[in-house]
């Protein structure tokens, strides 16, 4: 059973920086993609970015050219570098993968938080 383990993530300033890391554990080397989903109050949940195992990316468009996504070289974790953040991008953030099989797992979110 793969479980995905987030990092916390914090309160920033506009325009700051955060690097959101998350592991798997458990029957990894199934994984076809990972990626980050976020939800606001009163919004739905929606995808931030994704990256399959062969590298290739999505990016929700708000975020594109501001936020990159990752997978380090054990394919176990992937990484969100967000840049110029924006309050709007104030949401918790899900650590989300999905199996070769099909699986889909979720991991428990972390609250990031773009403010002064």
């Known amino acids: 059973q793969v479980q995905l383990v987030e990092s916390v993530g914090g309160l920033v300033q506009p325009g700051g920086s955060l690097r959101l890391p998350c592991a798997a554990s458990g029957g990894t080397c199934s994984l076809y993609v990972m990626g980050w989903y976020r939800q606001a109050p009163g919004k739905a949940r929606e995808l931030v970015a994704n990256?399959?195992?062969?590298?290739?990316?999505n990016y929700e468009d708000s975020v594109k050219g501001r936020f990159t996504i990752s997978r380090g070289n054990a394919k176990n974790t992937v990484y969100l570098q967000m840049n110029s953040l924006k309050p709007e991008d104030t949401a918790v953030y899900y650590c989300?993968?999905?199996?070769?099989?099909?699986?889909?797992?979720w991991g428990r979110g972390t609250q990031v938080t773009v403010s002064s």
């Open positions: 989300h993968a999905v199996g070769w099989d099909t699986r889909v797992y």
């Open positions: 990256i399959a195992s062969g590298g290739s990316s």
